[in-house]
């Protein structure tokens, strides 16, 4: 139901957001507390909507940037194997094609801990990781990248150009949608990107997350849901265009779209053929948008009722991998440590402290392999490929996964 009277305007255009879905009061999804921490958590409304004009889907609040991105950040992208051999890749395709004239220059806005830019660095090519997280900078650096701790903005972008020149790529995974004011980096990118240059992101596809109904991709963190169409109309509104447009199949389904300066490239035909699929899938109509919520419901139900027969069968039952999407699945759904008695991750940051609002422990992957339980809630889900097969000894042992997307499901 649409409630225009506290409804912010769209972010890119300024048009009216539909509110579709509203998760209630959630915790931000990387606020991992230490048990008996005191104070409050932060808490804000984690709803979205769709705009009118423009159909940019995001939130409709949102939490403190500088609460987000701070020191003490624990997201490592280089905590999956899947993730290293995907940047890895992009990285000699950049080296290939965009960064094949002489003295090339690359940035990326949110390095995170260097997994893309280490290859850049060790071809010897000139670069800039921008990214605003203390320690990652510090990752990075120790990783072998220039890094620049600091936010991405407009005057950041003017100032890179005039120390270092135009930039033939700038580059951005799992970040561009993480910012609220995406008008001000489009004009730094601007400013910064060479008159060939490109403005290459990846983030999570709205198409998927409707397709898989994976509602855990919402929180905090993720502001803007792309689809082709919305970025289309980003681009153009931003003096781009957009020219090409790949599915990947990382992070549970994410689209890696590409924007040059308008007329400088062939717009591949994936544009139209991505934009066809996403008329006749309905993206944009108040229609799938409101199946959505109701599959996230039929979801939320399903998944705490087996949670609970298990329980109450004396199964137990922990979780796998203490991801950011986990927060707003375990507080959707009510889920604490009386249903789950831990969840397992590799992150030495998350382990011993709590999951967020739920207050569920978070241990190192040997208690898991150390005393298998009897089922394992893959919270990690856009890692089962990896994880499954790291984990094969659980299932041989007669474990059992519990999946949740896009049905609830024992495999
Ligand atoms: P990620 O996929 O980035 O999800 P999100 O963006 O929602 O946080 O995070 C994966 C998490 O799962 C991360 O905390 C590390 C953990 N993990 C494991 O514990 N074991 C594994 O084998 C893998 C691949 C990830
Ligand atoms: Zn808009």
Request: proline share 6%; glycine share 10%; aromatic share 10%.
């Amino acid at each position: 139901m649409s409630r225009t009277t506290t409804v912010p305007p769209c972010r890119i255009c300024g048009g009216g957001l539909q509110e579709f879905f509203d998760f209630g009061k959630q915790p931000m999804a990387n606020a991992y507390r230490t048990p008996g921490e005191p104070g409050e958590a932060f808490t804000f409304r984690l709803a979205g909507g769709i705009c009118d004009r423009c159909t940019t889907v995001q939130l409709l609040e949102e939490a403190p940037h500088d609460r987000m991105f701070h020191g003490g950040y624990p997201y490592r992208s280089s905590g999956s194997s899947v993730m290293r051999s995907h940047f890895e890749q992009l990285a000699d395709t950049f080296l290939a094609t965009e960064l094949d004239r002489p003295d090339p220059f690359i940035v990326e806005l949110g390095s995170n801990d260097g997994i893309m830019l280490r290859k850049i660095a060790a071809a010897g090519v000139r670069h800039l990781g921008v990214e605003p997280c203390d320690d990652l900078a510090e990752t990075g650096r120790r990783n072998g990248i220039r890094v620049c701790n600091e936010f991405f903005d407009e005057e950041l972008g003017k100032r890179i150009r005039e120390e270092d020149g135009p930039a033939d790529v700038v580059f951005a995974a799992n970040t561009f949608s993480h910012i609220s004011f995406l008008d001000s980096v489009l004009r730094g990118i601007d400013a910064l990107l060479a008159p060939h240059g490109v403005f290459v992101f990846e983030d999570p596809y709205f198409g998927d997350i409707v397709r898989k109904t994976s509602f855990d991709q919402i929180y905090d963190e993720h502001i803007f849901f792309f689809t082709v169409r919305s970025v289309k109309y980003m681009a153009a509104a931003h003096g781009f265009e957009l020219v090409d447009a790949e599915r990947l199949p990382v992070h549970g389904g994410e689209i890696r779209y590409t924007l040059a300066r308008p007329g400088t490239r062939a717009v591949q035909p994936s544009v139209r053929t991505l934009l066809a699929e996403e008329e006749k899938a309905g993206l944009a109509d108040p229609a799938t948008l409101r199946r959505f919520s109701d599959d996230v419901r039929r979801v939320c139900t399903d998944l705490v009722s087996l949670l609970r027969a298990l329980r109450e069968d004396g199964r137990t039952v922990v979780g796998y991998g203490a991801t950011a999407k986990s927060a707003t699945l375990l507080n959707l759904c009510g889920i604490g440590p009386e249903l789950l008695s831990y969840v397992c991750d590799t992150t030495p940051a998350k382990q011993g402290r709590l999951t967020p609002g739920t207050g569920i422990p978070i241990r190192s992957p040997r208690a898991f392999t150390e005393e298998f339980p009897d089922y394992a809630l893959l919270l990690a889900w856009n890692h089962a490929e990896e994880i499954k097969s790291k984990e094969s000894a659980f299932v041989a042992s007669g474990g059992r996964w519990i999946e949740y997307v896009p049905d609830v499901r024992i495999s």
